[in-house]
Every structure is written in C-alpha cells, then in structure tokens.
C-alpha cells in the first residue's frame, strides 16, 4: 500500500510544498508516535501528551533549525525553504506564524523524503530528533 502511493504520486518535485507537508505530517506523526510507544506502554492520556510535545509546531521548528538544517543536502534544503516560504492559509492561534512556517518546511522535507522512497533517511533525520531527547 505504501508504495502504491509512491508510484501513483509521479515527481515529488512537482507537488506544491502544502501538499507535501499534508503527506509528511502523517509520516512524522506515526514515527513520533511509534517512538514513544517503542519507549513502554503507559495510559493513553500519557502517550497522546507524549506525542503533542513533538508534533507540536514549536518544536518542529526548533528541532528543523537547530538539530537538522546543519545536516541537510542542498536538495532537502531546498525543499524545507519551499516548505517554509508556503502561502498557508491561517496560522493556529496558539503558534507563531514563525513557528508555523518552520513546521510547514520539516513537514514539507518528510512528505518528500516519504514520497522519494528515502526511508533510510526519514530515519536517520528522526534519530537526531529524539538522540538527546530535549524537547
């Protein structure tokens, strides 16, 4: 199925950057959420408040510029600056339109790392999200 929808989508490049951080927001989303469950079973009140202090934009943002960026090949780059350049409809009341964007280009750089079939470095990116775990 996962692959299904890799071929069906042709040249990530070609995709507006909204458009692939709609994909990779569900991709990180499951990565953080399998982490933390790989972490121990605990009440689901606990997981979902786990799961909200990465998924948050706040932290995206940070863990993109802080963490990330220094590591990125031109081409991922790239796509994070589409991401972050992306006209976006509204900005959550809770967010800064800074953080906001930040969290649009990491979510734009997993849906298009997801949609290139570049798993390995899906995962790789995410280990040094959560290495040190200062979230």
Request: glycine residues 8%; charged residues 25%; hydrophobic residues 40%.
């Amino acid at each position: 199925m996962l692959e299904m929808l890799q071929e069906q989508s042709g040249d990530p490049n070609l995709l507006s950057p909204l458009t692939l951080a709609f994909i990779g927001d569900g991709v990180y989303e499951l990565l953080v959420r399998q982490y933390i469950v790989g972490k121990g079973n605990c009440p689901v009140k606990k997981l979902h408040e786990k799961t909200v202090d990465y998924v948050r934009c706040e932290t995206q943002s940070r863990v993109l510029s802080q963490k990330l960026f220094p590591v990125l090949t031109e081409e991922e780059k790239a796509v994070c600056l589409r991401g972050r350049n992306a006209h976006v409809g509204h900005v959550p009341k809770n967010a800064s339109v800074a953080d906001y964007h930040g969290a649009t280009a990491l979510e734009a750089l997993f849906g298009w790392l997801y949609l290139c079939g570049r798993q390995n470095r899906i995962g790789e990116l995410f280990s040094l999200i959560v290495e040190e775990e200062t979230l």
